[in-house]
C-alpha cells in the first residue's frame, strides 16, 4: 500500500493561487491512479479531480474545471494539484488519494490510501 502526505495548503485570498503536493511512498507510485478529494466543515468529501497512472487521462469535477490542474511526477513519487482563481466555495481540507483500478472512479471508497490532508482556506 502507498503513503501519502499532502502539503501546500494555506490561507489565500479570493482569486488566487495555491499549489498543493502530495508525496508518496511505499509501492510502486506509478502503478496507482491519483485523485484529490476536499471536504468542507458539515459537508461529505467530495471529488475535485482524478489522474492515470500515466498522467495521460485526467477527470475534473465540474465546478473546478478550467480553474485547477492536475499532474504528477512518477519518477519522484509526487502528484500536484495547481489552483487558480480560488474562491471562498473552494474552503476546506484538501485530500489527496490513491486507487489501484485502471477504471476512472471517483468515489472516496474507491480509493485505498489517503493522506491526512492539507487545510486551504479562501478569504472574499
Known amino acids: 500500500q502507498v503513503q501519502l502526505f499532502e502539503s501546500g495548503g494555506g490561507l489565500v485570498q479570493a482569486g488566487g493561487s495555491l499549489r498543493l503536493s502530495c508525496a508518496a511512498s511505499?509501492?510502486?507510485?506509478?502503478?496507482?491512479?491519483v485523485g484529490w478529494f476536499r471536504q468542507a466543515p458539515g459537508q461529505e468529501r467530495e471529488f475535485v479531480v482524478r489522474i492515470s497512472r500515466d498522467g495521460y487521462s485526467t477527470n475534473y469535477a465540474d465546478s473546478v474545471k478550467g480553474r485547477f490542474t492536475i499532474s504528477r511526477d512518477n519518477a519522484n513519487n509526487m502528484a500536484y494539484l495547481q489552483m487558480n482563481s480560488l474562491r471562498p466555495e473552494d474552503t476546506a481540507v484538501y485530500y489527496c488519494?490513491?486507487?489501484?483500478?485502471?477504471?476512472?472512479?471517483?468515489?472516496?471508497?474507491?480509493?485505498?490510501?489517503w493522506g491526512q490532508g492539507t487545510q486551504v482556506t479562501v478569504s472574499s
Open positions: 488519494a490513491a486507487d489501484r483500478s485502471k477504471i476512472v472512479r471517483t468515489r472516496p471508497r474507491d480509493f485505498d490510501s
Open positions: 511505499g509501492m510502486a507510485f506509478s502503478t496507482y491512479a
